[in-house]
């Protein structure tokens, strides 16, 4: 993770892998890896359009791996990883804003 986040924490040597989930027939989460070519749904992404959709993405993402909160809900993207080694889910939650021009300001680090 610390090759895409900047990052002095720990958690940042994890190898991760980004994935989708799908609930099969019989109501279990599956969890699939999701590459350019491969995955388990059409669609990259999920907008959705009010919390009740995100509640409904949480609970079932059909197999999309990026959600797209309401502008309203404060994160700009929600994604899940899978740990290489543990297999252990990590749901990111990321606030992202887009400008104009460069910030010049120091980057936080948490």
Request: proline share 6%.
């Amino acid at each position: 993770m610390g090759e895409v986040f900047d990052t002095d924490q720990p958690w940042g040597l994890r190898k991760v892998t980004l994935v989708s989930l799908k609930r099969s027939f019989d109501n279990q989460m599956q969890c699939n890896p999701v590459s350019w070519d491969s995955g388990t749904s059409d669609r990259l992404g999920y907008k959705a359009a009010s919390p009740e959709n995100v509640v409904t993405f949480l609970n079932n993402p059909d197999g999309k791996c990026v959600l797209f909160p309401d502008n309203h809900m404060g994160p700009g993207v929600a994604c899940f990883f899978q740990d290489v080694e543990t297999k252990e889910l990590i749901l990111l939650v990321l606030q992202s804003k887009l400008s104009k021009g460069l910030n010049r300001k120091p980057v936080w680090r948490h």
